[in-house]
């Protein structure tokens, strides 16, 4: 490659740029279009097609719709709760104080949601969440919400939206950030973004995996971008599997089936017809789940007083559970479980209830969910740790940067509880836009270095530019066997250490792949650029997996079965040292606000239709 002139590279100048068009990233743009700013949002797909759309069983916010008791105290501490309290105290405040005002905007803005009898927005059971607690739109939240997003923000003055655009570096001027660069996909040519504040909005890392729920832009780019950067991660090793992936067909492996079926009445079996879930309800938790089969039946038959059913506890719980009988033998044919809501609903409830899951079943695997049951097994669904924020802003140590929703980290702590990303995107989306606001209105002139851009674009066209070298597709599914194999429902220090050792082998590896072809419209150049991000989140992922001895929420160590209370009060931040190794640093917790610890603590009686 020759002389790089910078200036002839197209150019955008923007206030502040969002990373990312799912819910967070469009709930930014919005807020922060409307303090006045210029907003631009690079997306690395088309607008609308973001992974927010997968999100499918229900927003939670306690709007007390289904139920009156419920109210923010108790959001707050089902989450503290299914957190196993490793959250960020102020976070799940302002997330459970903030979410019903957020679905009511969002319903002001044209979402249609279904209802109660009496017209108002219905909600529905889902695990962790004590009451039914999640607004939704059958079984298509996710769509419905983007649709709204995506309209609101194409209306809103001042949003400018760049698709099939990667964003590859932040560009700093001493310390503060200063811009982006990117590239388009159709074309490969490069792009500069200009601007005083980014916010990263880009999801998780889960094409790390080779079962995951997550779609193919799921690849680390915000988190990796923050910590060349200088930002700190927190709580990575807290990778949740959401129990319910589809199992059969291969080709559709791991595809999610929503929460929403177990919220509507669906049961989990095993091949001898056994409900098993009854078997694997934690000790502590007995009181708070149906103790018997015939209490689980009184909340099918719609008894409020009735208590949650087994198949509604913790993801991870769930999780464990089906793995559990997998390895027992008690599984299904292909390896899973059996996911019964034929026998619990009629077909045309099921039709109305679940829609996309009718459909998606049908389609893709020639079951019909009203007749027969579905084969389900865990997935990799979430990254509860992410990049670390302020609480009030969603700002980085990074002046300039910040984060919002699944790249961030703070709210869920050790599990996420279903439909609390929803709802999330929503809260800490508008916090960030708001937060950027302030930030800008603080900064002066700030200049882009012309040698960071040279080096970013030589970085990005080196596997262009090769001879030779391995296919980045095989790497990547060398990385996907060493993540399934030591980095996934349950881990231990052997495993974990042989895949430390793989990934630092394939973080070699990657610098020598060859892309063939041109930079025009070329999927296998785009896969070598993700390579190294999603190999820097495998890493993080690992160190702090091993670093934390006990199994704690998503987190399951074989070697260390159990909570331990020294780790309780332990979050493990990792950044990029002064040499460039990663270094991790275990943080203890200081104990949460008097209020806070007392509502998390009280009991449900003390707290129920207490809506101050």
């Known amino acids: 490659m020759g002389a790089i002139d910078v200036s002839e590279i197209q ?9 990312g068009a799912g819910g967070a990233g469009l709930r930014a743009a919005v807020a922060a279009a409307e303090e006045g700013l210029d907003v631009g949002v690079v997306c690395k797909s088309l607008l609308g097609k973001a992974h927010t759309v997968m999100a499918e069983g229900g927003a939670a916010a306690a709007l007390g719709n289904a139920d009156p008791r419920d109210n923010w105290k108790i959001h707050f501490r089902d989450t503290m709760r299914g957190g196993k309290f490793l959250n960020q105290w102020r976070m799940a405040e302002l997330h ?9 905007e969002l319903e002001a803005w044209g979402a249609v949601f279904d209802r109660t009898a009496d017209g108002r927005i219905n909600q529905r059971n889902f695990g962790g969440h004590r009451y039914p607690r999640l607004a939704h739109v059958g079984d298509r939240t996710g769509l419905e919400m983007i649709r709204t997003l995506q309209d609101k923000a194409v209306h809103t003055a001042g949003v400018a939206v760049h698709m099939e655009c990667t964003a590859l570096r932040l560009l700093l001027d001493k310390g503060r950030v200063a811009g982006i660069l990117a590239y388009w996909r159709d074309s490969g040519r490069f792009v500069l973004f200009k601007c005083k504040a980014v916010i990263m909005a880009t999801g998780g890392f889960g094409r790390a995996w080779r079962v995951t729920s997550n779609s193919w832009e799921y690849t680390g780019d915000g988190q990796a971008m923050a910590y060349e950067a200088g930002a700190e991660l927190m709580d990575v090793e807290f990778t949740q599997f959401h129990p319910t992936g589809m199992v ?3 080709s559709v492996a791991g595809v999610l089936v929503t929460e929403g079926v177990r919220g509507e009445g669906g049961i989990l079996t095993n091949n001898r017809g056994e409900r098993f879930m009854f078997n694997y309800i934690p000790e502590k938790f007995a009181k708070e789940t149906a103790d018997t089969v015939e209490e689980g039946e009184r909340w099918l038959d719609g008894d409020k007083t009735a208590r949650r ?6 993801r991870d719980v769930v999780a464990r559970a089906i793995a559990a009988e997998v390895a027992a033998g008690r599984g299904s044919p292909h390896g899973g479980a059996f996911l019964d809501i034929a026998s619990r609903r009629p077909a045309e409830v099921i039709k109305k209830k679940l829609p996309s899951m009718y459909h998606q079943f049908k389609e893709l695997a020639e079951v019909d969910i009203t007749k027969e049951a579905m084969e389900v097994g865990p997935t990799l669904h979430y990254a509860m740790g992410g990049i670390r924020v302020d609480h009030d802003t969603q700002m980085t140590r990074v002046p300039g940067l910040f984060a919002a929703g699944e790249c961030g980290a703070g709210l869920h702590g050790a599990n996420r509880l279903g439909g609390n990303s929803l709802s999330d995107l929503l809260v800490f989306g508008r916090l960030a836009g708001l937060g950027a606001a302030s930030y800008i209105a603080t900064v002066g002139d700030l200049e882009v270095s012309s040698d960071d851009v040279v080096a970013g674009i030589r970085k990005a066209t080196a596997p262009l530019n090769r001879e030779s070298g391995p296919n980045p597709y095989v790497v990547h599914d060398g990385l996907r066997d060493v993540m399934g194999r030591h980095v996934n429902i349950w881990r231990t220090r052997e495993g974990l250490e042989k895949g430390l050792v793989e990934i630092a082998r394939l973080q070699g590896v990657v610098g020598t792949v060859k892309a063939h072809g041109t930079s025009q419209f070329n999927p296998a150049w ?6 190294p991000n999603l190999l820097l989140c495998a890493e993080m992922v690992a160190r702090g997996a091993l670093l934390r001895e006990e199994s704690r929420g998503a987190h399951s160590r074989e070697d260390f079965q159990g909570e331990r209370d020294e780790w309780g009060s332990r979050n493990i931040v990792i950044r990029k040292g002064a040499d460039g190794a990663m270094e991790t640093e275990v943080l203890e917790r200081t104990a949460g606000p008097d209020g806070l610890a007392g509502i998390a603590n009280a009991s449900l009686e003390d707290l129920e239709g207490n809506r101050g």
């Open 11 to 19: 150019t955008f100048v923007h206030d502040v740029v969002v990373i």
């Open 526 to 531: 785009s896969e070598a650029l993700d390579l």
């Open 248 to 250: 059969w067909p291969p």
């Open 96 to 104: 459970a104080q903030q979410a019903p005002d957020r679905i009511r």
């Open 309 to 314: 059913p087994p198949e509604l506890l913790t």
